[in-house]
């Protein structure tokens, strides 16, 4: 029999009907069971955290061969949620699956209309040339009080709760050694 | 969190207070269904009937931004009727010390106040201390001028008739609320309170949570299962990234930012806060250990000790300089900046009074945005209102991976560090975040190795090898974060052990202030040693059956699932509820058995120390001296509010609050342009501005688009129906929505008059889905709470009127 998206909706629906109707006799486990195993099987099962709110929700992420996501889920065995998932944790395969994600890098030029596509190693360079520029015209070793500072007053930051805890310190050491100040994220607002 | 989600279903009484918990932390209900079950009662207050008001076996209604006004009732509540835990307020709370005879308290104002500067002088404030320099005490509690009594006299204004007319809540509610909850007083009954945005986004924010803190000191309900006060925060690694320092005033774990006048190490190290009692552990006495392990992990050798670790090299802030959100904001808007990282952000959209952001990023030379969508923040230039051709702002967005495309651990809100895996490869050319920021950082020593530069110390002597064949790697990232020893050590002083150069630090209690250990955040070694990831464990042992799950991921500090725990416990070390017991003392054994003790000393009744050992006097604070606007809450309208006075002082908005004043900040209070209490919130489907979730077909085919809430009355009033596209306008701005009428708001009854309350979400923005609506950000005020400068989103006047007809389009 070949599953397609539509029979394989209406036996879902078929059975979560069965659930209700439970006394009528018939048993469709067997074909929930089969039509579970489609979507994942021969999958690389990947464990991960849900990054939307803090909970901390563990989630079973499936990836197939070519390293695709294919579906993601509760983690049955974690403590916190023991499988479930809010709508939110539910669509986290979305991202991962998604037309709208942003795959190349962009420019846009002062005073331009347009986006323009550019490579790495172009915007790292001007970037890094951007950032010297800035913090070579704002340095200031000692403030008013003629107190030592050491501080870049031109550049400022803010992120990001979005990042792993490594991230987070290895941009706080970035940040710092550039002189910034100005470093602020999401813990603010 | 003092303690964790699973922890909520040990609980007796749970209060969801400044916060929607079944919407937003929608799986952590579970374990709130969970003590309901075996019996618990659940309690919800808040300005808006949710989702979360439908499971509350009591639900009231408050005005918002009047918490303090309610949890001051409930103070003297429990005083009236002597609900406390007597033993835990007077062993365990600083209840009984004596205050300076300076401290006062007169029509709204504490001691000390300058209304020149908006500021008090909080060394008025102070404890008495004996000659040698310990707190005076009256175990009696009737000293006048001991904490207790003073507490007493603070909130006898609080009555409920008091209470009522400020925040419209029924007296007869607020009782059943202040009963319910202060029936937690007893040693074998735990409450717990849950909060998240809507106590933060205040004016007063820091002070809505130290009344609670009041009240869970007075009942016994901190460092208990099933206790505590929690911070359901709003991201899944907002914890860690606070953790880690990437805020302006402090470097990971928490050690301040050095200011200008502390020039050198031994400078900085005399404000090591200090304690001459020896009853106190006060933990922070390590923290020249701290400071020195971290100047050493950020600039590795180069740090010496006769260049105090490269101290100076760090940059400093003036004293007192606030460079916090809304500052920074004013002042790239004044044109301070040159460049900017919005890095995995959206401040176009969450930034208060967003039009101002808005037009602050057109100030910038350059600007780099990293995000796995596009979102206001990148494209700002081309947004409503604006002329591309007008702006000069350079403009980078870089594609970065998203969770499940890269490794690395997070931290919850229970302080939870758990370890994620990668799953498939970043889509594109997008990279991991680490990734960028370690080959950006690579490019700009390049340039000043070969080019002249401002000072380029800091910059050549940082310490960036986290590389394995040539590729950047996080754990070793992760191993810099735990520490090691930088030489052999024949003999620690902690163990008399000998370990090698090289070797992970045990955990934090090894490191030293010498310059002989190396660790990126002291709060978080422990995590990754010679025994390996412990953020990545997942065994499920839970020897207490408390769910604390011990061998589950990993828990700063040192693996402490309960901090404050030994406050659990009697004199002796037993615990004080027989039911839920966490830590019990060995006598034989000369140990703690149960969750990790708050410091493995002995009881208090031996020869023991106090149980809250991250404050300098041991005890719990029920009178703070360390907030710039006072040693107890006390009631103040929001700065934005709908009535001429504050109807419990002739202070009407918290007196050291910091006004921004012209350009693109305006407000407007008691205006008849602007007559109704307006706060922003969210929905289960999305997530903060809706970057990562308005691009993702499910979610934004269930909540499609911007809306107000209203009542049944205001909409009759307004003339609205359900369904009906409104304006909702404030002085900074505009945003459409669809009309949503609702019983689940009602007008309040605020001294005598009718106020309305209306409401939010703030997930949208204009460049997707293109009729989705703008941000709510558009109309919030700038204006933050003096301690923590976070926005008041939370309570601020707004009109609504139905739009006729359907106005331009944009972009």
Known sequence: MKITRRTFLKISGATAAGTVMGGLGFDLSPAEVYAQELRIKGAKETTSICCYCSVGCGVIVHSDAKGKVINSEGDPDHPINEGALCAKGSSLYQIAVNDNRLKKVRYRAPYSAQWKEVSWEWALDKIAANIKKSRDASFMEKNAKGQVVNRTNGIASVGSAALDNEECWLYAKFLRSLGIIYIEHQARI | ?811
């Not at chain 2, 009697?570 to 027989?578: F, S």
């Not at chain 2, 006598?587 to 058995?593: C, E, L, N, V, Y």
């Open chain 2, 1 to 811: 969190m003092t303690n964790h989600y699973i922890d909520f279903r040990n609980a007796d009484v749970i209060l969801n207070m400044g916060g929607n918990v079944a919407e937003n932390h929608p799986v952590s209900f579970k374990w709130i269904q969970a003590a309901r079950n075996k019996g618990a009662i659940f309690i919800h207050v808040d300005p808006r009937f949710t989702r979360t008001s439908t499971k509350a076996d009591i639900f009231v209604r408050l005005r918002s931004g009047t918490d303090i006004a309610f949890l001051g009732g409930m103070i003297k509540y429990i005083l009236d009727n002597k609900l406390y835990d007597e033993f835990y307020v007077k062993n365990y709370t600083n209840a009984s010390f004596i205050v300076n005879p300076k401290y006062n308290f007169d029509d709204g104002l504490f001691s000390g106040y300058d209304p020149t500067k908006r500021a008090y002088d909080a060394s008025v404030w102070v404890l008495e201390k004996d000659e040698k320099g310990i707190p005076k005490r009256d175990m009696t509690l009737q000293d006048p001028r001991c904490v207790f009594q003073l507490l007493k006299k603070h909130y006898s204004r609080y009555t409920l008739e008091k209470v009522t007319e400020i925040t419209g809540t029924p007296a007869a509610d607020l009782e059943k609320v202040y009963k319910a909850y202060g029936s937690t007083g007893t040693p074998d009954k735990a409450g717990t309170e849950l909060y998240a945005m809507g106590w933060t986004q205040h004016t007063v924010g820091v002070q809505n949570i130290r009344a609670m803190s009041i009240i869970q000191a007075l009942l016994g309900n901190m460092g208990i299962a099933g206790g505590g006060i929690n911070a359901l925060r709003g991201e899944s690694n907002v914890q860690g990234s606070t953790d880690q320092g990437l805020l302006y005033h402090i470097w990971p774990g928490y050690l301040p930012t050095p200011q200008a006048h502390l020039a050198t190490l031994a400078d900085y190290n005399k404000t090591t806060p200090a304690s001459k009692d020896p009853r106190s552990v006060n933990w922070w006495k390590n923290r020249p250990k701290y400071l020195a392990s971290f100047l050493r992990s950020i600039s590795g050798e180069k740090a010496t000790k006769e260049n105090d670790f490269g101290y100076s090299w760090m940059p400093k802030l003036d004293q007192g300089q606030d460079a916090s959100w809304l500052n920074l904001f004013d002042e790239m808007y004044k044109g301070t900046f040159t460049g900017f990282f919005a890095w995995g952000m959206n401040p176009a959209c969450s930034g208060a009074n967003a039009g101002k952001v808005r037009q602050a990023l057109t100030k910038l030379d350059w600007m780099v945005n990293v995000n796995v969508f596009d979102s206001e923040t990148a494209c700002f230039w081309k947004g409503p209102g604006m002329d591309s051709k007008k702006i000069k702002t350079e403009v980078f967005v870089l594609p970065c991976a998203a969770s499940m495309e890269k490794e690395g651990s997070i931290s919850n809100s229970g302080r939870w560090m758990q370890w994620r895996y990668k799953a498939s490869n970043p889509p594109g050319e997008s990279k991991p975040d680490g990734d960028i920021m370690y080959e950006l950082f690579k490019k700009v020593r390049t340039l000043y190795g070969k080019e002249k530069g401002a000072f380029p110390e800091p910059i050549l002597n940082l310490k960036w090898d986290y590389e394995t064949n040539g590729h950047f790697d996080i754990h070793k990232v992760a191993k810099e974060i735990n520490g090691y020893f930088l030489e052999d050590i024949s003999e620690h002083p902690v163990d008399k052990k000998a370990y090698k150069k090289g070797t992970l630090v045990p955990n934090f209690v090894f490191l030293l202030d010498d310059g002989r250990t190396s660790c990126g955040n002291w709060l978080y070694s422990a995590s990754y040693t010679e025994a390996g990831n412990m953020a990545a464990r997942r065994k499920k042992t839970d020897p207490t059956g408390l769910g604390l799950y011990p061998e589950w991921s990993w828990v700063w500090p040192l693996n402490r699932r309960i901090i404050y725990n030994r406050a659990s416990v009697d004199l002796e070390g037993n615990p004080r509820n027989p039911k839920r017991p966490l830590l019990k003392w060995d006598a034989a054994g000369k140990k703690w058995i149960g969750d990790v003790p708050d410091n493995a000393v002995p009881p208090m009744g031996t020869h023991g120390v106090y149980p809250f050992i991250m404050k300098p006097d041991g005890v719990a604070s029920i009178f703070g001296p360390g907030l710039k606007d006072g040693p107890f809450p006390e009631h103040y309208e929001p700065l934005e509010c709908p009535i001429e006075k504050n109807l419990m002082s002739s202070q009407r908005i918290n007196p050291v609050i910091k006004i921004f004043e012209g350009g693109l900040d305006t407000f407007k209070t008691c205006d008849p342009r602007y007559p109704f209490v307006c706060s922003t919130y969210r929905v289960t489907e999305h997530w903060q501005t809706g970057v990562l979730t308005r691009w993702l077909p499910w979610l934004i085919e269930a909540e499609p688009q911007m809306f107000c809430e209203m009542s049944l009355e205001l909409a009759k009033l307004k003339g609205i129906k359900n369904g009906d596209r409104v304006l909702v306008e404030t002085s900074r701005g505009k945003v459409e929505a669809v009309a949503i009428v609702t019983s689940r708001l009602k007008p309040f009854q605020i001294a005598g008059n009718t106020v309305h309350q209306i409401g939010i979400p703030w997930h949208y923005g204009w460049l997707h889905p293109k009729d989705g609506g703008d941000s709510a950000n558009l109309l919030t005020p700038t204006i933050g709470d003096p301690n923590t400068m976070i926005p008041e989103s939370k309570a601020f006047m707004a009109n609504v009127t139905k739009l006729t007809k359907k106005p331009a389009q944009k972009g």
